[in-house]
């Protein structure tokens, strides 16, 4: 069986500092990877989506980054975060390539509160 | 554009008595429209989705119908229960692999 995990669970962090949030995908080989990102109360908003190792797409510009430095691990960082930031982040992964078609299994999410 | 549209944003219902969610979209090209089921602090998690090459599923109390003409799709959920209480979202593809999410429906059944 497939496992996603997301850490840290939450992370209460200061405007202007670093952030980093991570992702691993256990019990599939080359998994689709994504992170969604949601205000609380709100939609949920695709920021990125890998579909392998070393290549990661943006989707939307959040002064965010991310990567896939393994097939089973997925990373979203800043060097400077905004109040904006805000929110609730998912991992995401589905079996075959594009969301579109594909079932997303969501990570249990990193709340995040920028004060 | 790439827009979908989720009507109503929030919807109380009785238990025992049906809920309908509507959602449309812009893009012609969208053939795939999933619905996922988020209960407060949790993760989002599939519960229906429907292909372009059908008009209608039914998966429990849980059916989705499918007007590609109108560009429009629908929830409905028979025989509401407490535990079916939570935000619901309607998504349709769009470009690059990517879903078009709704803003989401906020379904109260009271007991």
């Known amino acids: 069986a497939q496992t996603i995990h997301q850490w840290p669970v939450a992370e209460i962090k200061a405007v202007g500092s670093p952030l980093s949030l991570g992702c691993t995908i256990k019990?599939?080989?080359?998994?689709?990877l994504y992170w969604y990102w949601q205000a609380t109360g709100g939609t949920l908003q695709q920021l990125f989506y890998?579909?392998?190792?070393?290549?990661v797409e943006s989707v939307v510009q959040l002064n965010l980054s991310a990567s896939r430095p393994k097939d089973d691990q997925f990373i979203l960082s800043t060097e400077k975060l905004l109040l904006s930031h805000s929110g609730f982040y998912l991992c995401?992964?589905?079996?075959?390539?594009?969301?579109?078609?594909?079932?997303?299994?969501f990570g249990a999410g990193t709340r995040l509160s920028v004060l | 554009g790439e827009q979908v549209e989720q009507l109503p944003s929030i919807l109380r219902v009785q238990e025992g008595s049906s809920a309908s969610i509507n959602c449309s979209y812009e893009?012609?090209?969208?053939?795939?429209f999933p619905w996922y089921k988020q209960e407060p602090g949790e993760n989002p998690k599939l519960i229906i989705d429907i292909r372009s090459n059908m008009e209608r599923k039914q998966i429990q109390e849980l059916i989705v119908l499918l007007d590609k003409k109108a560009k429009r799709f629908s929830l409905h959920i028979t025989d509401t229960q407490p535990g079916d209480s939570a935000m619901y979202f309607c998504a349709a593809n769009g470009d690059n692999s990517k879903l078009i999410w709704g803003l989401g429906t906020s379904l109260v059944v009271n007991p």
């Open positions: 893009d012609s090209a969208s053939n795939y």
């Open positions: 995401a992964w589905s079996r075959d390539w594009g969301a579109s078609q594909n079932t997303l299994y």
């Open positions: 890998s579909i392998t190792v070393g290549q």
């Open positions: 019990g599939k080989s080359s998994p689709n």
